[in-house]
């Protein structure tokens, strides 16, 4: 293993493991002493890295809230509160997202098909602009305080960098800001639809229904008037990582595409070990 520190591959493996059971080496070039998890995102965590991950992937994966997680983890032998729960995901979500979102790169298609969600966010509504291809693959998602140009402009902006490449079409509703949005950041070749026609395609209608993920995910309970997300960061983040992950796990990448359930298991049991061994090895 090469030293974190400068980077020499001159270490030396030392009897000794962690209070975790992290192996310890030992730097021959600065004489420094560090273990598997030194100079990586899960340093000086006080749990094991895959009990902080499947915390954190659980929490986007499944509708259980922040005490649920510390309960059931009780039964595992390990004891943390809500508020670490809370802290993981806001150190470990963003993290997880930028690798799912490097490995979507080049893989959407040519026809997309966006609309935006209404999120309630600290008492007031916001915008969650969301895009999928033809084959209900997710280009993007993101957060937005207002729905106008100035939105529309940064949402294309954003899927057209995650994505590596423009569209050929583009299907919206008929809201004023798209036009002129799609032709500035998109290009004028591309087709952009807000017929009566498109917007009853099986693509677009399937984007309908795809909003129900995210409006299942948080609370509508009310506190001190406050309903849903609590501040516009963690709705942000919170958004973002559950689409990527949600994407992720989606077993169809083709339209109408046939999967057994036998199969569907064997592809979620896959992506997740190896989602695992990717966000260690971060």
């Not at 809500?82 to 979102?101: G, Q």
Request: hydrophobic residues 35%; aromatic residues 14%.
């Amino acid at each position: 293993m090469n030293c974190p520190h400068c980077q020499s591959i001159a270490t030396t493996q030392l009897a000794r493991k962690t209070s975790l059971g992290y192996q310890v080496f030992r730097c021959r070039c600065c004489q420094r002493v560090f273990n598997e998890r030194t100079a990586t995102p899960f340093n000086y965590l006080e749990f094991p890295t895959d009990i902080v991950l499947l915390v954190v992937l659980w929490r986007l994966r499944y509708k259980l809230s922040l005490r649920d997680l510390a309960e059931m983890f009780l039964e595992r032998g390990f004891e943390f509160t809500h508020e670490a729960v809370r802290d993981w995901e806001a150190r470990f979500a963003p993290l997880i997202t930028e690798h799912l979102r490097s490995k979507r790169r080049g893989k959407a298609g040519r026809s997309w098909y966006c609309d935006e969600t209404y999120v309630r966010v600290g008492g007031k509504w916001c915008y969650l602009y969301r895009a999928i291809d033809r084959d209900g693959n997710l280009v993007d998602s993101m957060l937005s305080e207002h729905r106008d140009m100035a939105s529309a402009k940064r949402f294309f902006l954003q899927a057209k960098e995650v994505v590596g490449h423009k569209p050929e079409k583009v299907t919206t509703d008929g809201h004023d800001s798209y036009p002129r949005a799609i032709h500035r950041i998109l290009g004028r070749k591309v087709v952009h639809r807000t017929s009566r026609l498109a917007l009853i395609e099986l693509p677009y209608y399937r984007m309908e229904q795809d909003h129900r993920g995210i409006k299942q995910r948080y609370y509508s309970r009310k506190v001190y008037a406050i309903y849903g997300f609590g501040n516009f960061a963690s709705a942000s983040r919170f958004c973002r990582a559950f689409d990527e992950q949600r994407d992720y796990f989606r077993h169809r990448t083709r339209s109408k595409e046939k999967v057994t359930l036998p199969e569907q298991r064997r592809m979620f049991r896959q992506r997740f070990g190896a989602l695992q061994y990717l966000m260690r090895a971060a």
